[in-house]
């Protein structure tokens, strides 16, 4: 049997799931997401995922037709109908449909799409050898034209970060921001740990601020190690002792070699591999 989607109130048959060639979702990627994980049935980090959501559709004045409660109950309903107990769920809020051209005006009413799916990311082997990346020359959003901290159906700058590591044979492309600093990956952001001190970008570096970054920032804290937000250029990646990449999808995968250079060992790092052990953990308690 095949999955069953949500959309605007009504769950339906995958094939039966389908929008107008008219709504500006398509059109323009007048719209936002998120990308949500269950495990065991539960929802983790449900109420992050929908701050973020509704926060990044306030920032493009789009209004979302249902409330943060409503929301998350058409989620596990969506859940129930597809008995999925470990599950990747995709929550697309668009634009709507509406007339050609860019005025949003012109839309009626914002479309709610929700799919709940599985999802992998990168392969299992990966998380025990370690990802290559390869720097990229796309370079990430500025703030100023496009706010990387909303997180909008136009990913283009994404989607062509990610065609330049694919065609360097790379599994991930590492993108920094105007000035030079390293910002974030095509899809994930980026940790790396030097002399006990794990550090990561800071949101000024043009990133999208991740829940998982958030997760696990908290997880090297109650660890006792420091954490800091700061930029960084190529340089801090190439002589770090560990690097490792997180986000919903790919929750935390190490990174053992970037634009050919090998990282510390060559291996998956000690904190690393303690980090992902204590966010599985996590995850399958739910919160």
């Given amino acids: 049997m095949g999955l069953k989607i949500y959309i605007n109130g009504q769950i339906v048959p995958q094939e039966d799931a389908k929008i107008s060639v008219f709504d500006h979702g398509l059109l323009y990627g007048d719209g936002v997401f998120e990308g ?45 109908a597809n008995n999925l107990a470990d599950s990747y769920i995709r929550l697309v809020v668009t634009r709507g449909v509406g007339k050609l051209g860019l005025d949003p005006n012109k839309c009626a009413t914002p479309q709610i799409i929700i799919i709940t799916d599985t999802i992998e990311l990168y392969p299992k082997a990966l998380y025990e050898k370690g990802l290559d990346i390869v720097t990229v020359t796309t370079i990430r959003n500025h703030f100023s034209a496009l706010d990387p901290k909303i997180k909008s159906l136009n990913y283009l700058n994404n989607i062509l970060a990610k065609v330049e590591s694919i065609q360097a044979g790379a599994g991930e492309a ?5 000035d030079g ?107």
């Fill in 181 to 287: 600093y390293v910002a974030e990956c095509a899809g994930d952001n980026v940790f790396i740990f030097k002399n006990n001190i794990l550090r990561t970008p800071p949101s000024s570096a043009g990133i999208l601020v991740g829940i998982t970054r958030n997760v696990v920032m908290k997880l090297a804290t109650e660890m006792g190690v420091q954490v800091r937000e700061e930029l960084m250029t190529r340089y801090d990646l190439y002589i770090a002792d560990e690097c490792f990449l997180t986000g919903t999808a790919a929750e935390i995968i190490p990174v053992v070699k970037i634009d050919g250079r090998t990282i510390g060992t060559g291996k998956p790092g000690k904190l690393t591999l303690d980090l992902l052990k204590r966010y599985r953990d996590l995850t399958q308690n739910g919160r």
């Fill in 36 to 80: 949500i994980r269950a495990y065991n049935g539960k929802i983790f980090t449900l109420d992050e995922h929908l701050d973020r959501l509704y926060d990044s559709a306030t920032a493009i004045s789009l209004k979302i037709p249902i409330t943060k409660a409503e929301m998350a109950e058409a989620i596990k309903k969506t859940m129930k």
């Fill in 174 to 178: 590492l993108m920094l921001n105007k």
